[in-house]
């Protein structure tokens, strides 16, 4: 089996690489694991992402990365797997409404790799082996600060995560058939630009204790 662990950066994933025991990295026949840097944003990701798959042919990717939350349930360093993804800030706002894709009719709500405007994981229940919560999530280009705008955010998507990159996961795997998984370790609320609240270092500890065990708990199923 074949497996992608990818990131926006590689210091999301850098201490799982490091500590990752040496018979994942190609000596076992049944699993090998390796790692890819993606880049920030959907248009980065998007590239890399397609790049990837269609050149190592992965049997599972997974993009791992630390997110805002947008609800206090879910903690500091909590690690989430997201189950569906929506494009948060493709569309525009006029006359104090927000209106995606969807809504101004350039894209129908189910046309594939969209599945009534959002992007689910159809192989969540496979790979989930690990049983993380799940929750929705949305992608932006522009990281959401105004507090009119993340309300109108959650009145329209509920989403409990946000990232630049979840989307474009969705959509290349959802697309060209590749099995995938995002994890997201909890960083900060959604909003809060004073970065000394921020809890980086602790969500990517967390996100990358999640990994190893992962990867160790494939390894039985592969």
Known sequence: ?????????????????????????GISQRLKVSFAQTGVGMLASSFALTRLVLTEKPDLVIQAGIAGSFLADWPSA?????????????????????????????????????????????????????GLPTVKAITVNEISTQKERIKVLQKKYQPV?????GAALHYVCRSLQVPFLQVRAVSNRVGE????????????????????????ALYQIA
């Not at 970065?195 to 990994?211: C, D, G, I, P, R």
């Open 193 to 216: 630009r004073d970065k000394s609240k921020w809890q980086m270092t602790a969500a990517v500890h967390e996100l990358n204790q999640f990994l190893l065990q992962y990867v160790d």
């Open 161 to 165: 995560l946000e990232s630049m990159e």
């Open 78 to 130: 909590s690690v989430l797997a997201v189950s569906d993804e929506y494009l948060g800030d493709t569309g525009v706002f006029e006359n104090n409404e927000w209106k995606d894709l969807f809504d101004l009719q350039l894209e129908k709500k189910s046309y594939p790799p969209f599945e009534k405007r959002k992007l689910p994981n159809p192989w969540l229940g496979t790979y989930n082996v690990l």
């Open 1 to 25: 089996m074949r497996v992608i662990i990818t990131a926006a950066t590689t210091g999301e994933w850098m201490p799982a690489f490091v500590a990752l025991p040496e018979v994942y990295r």
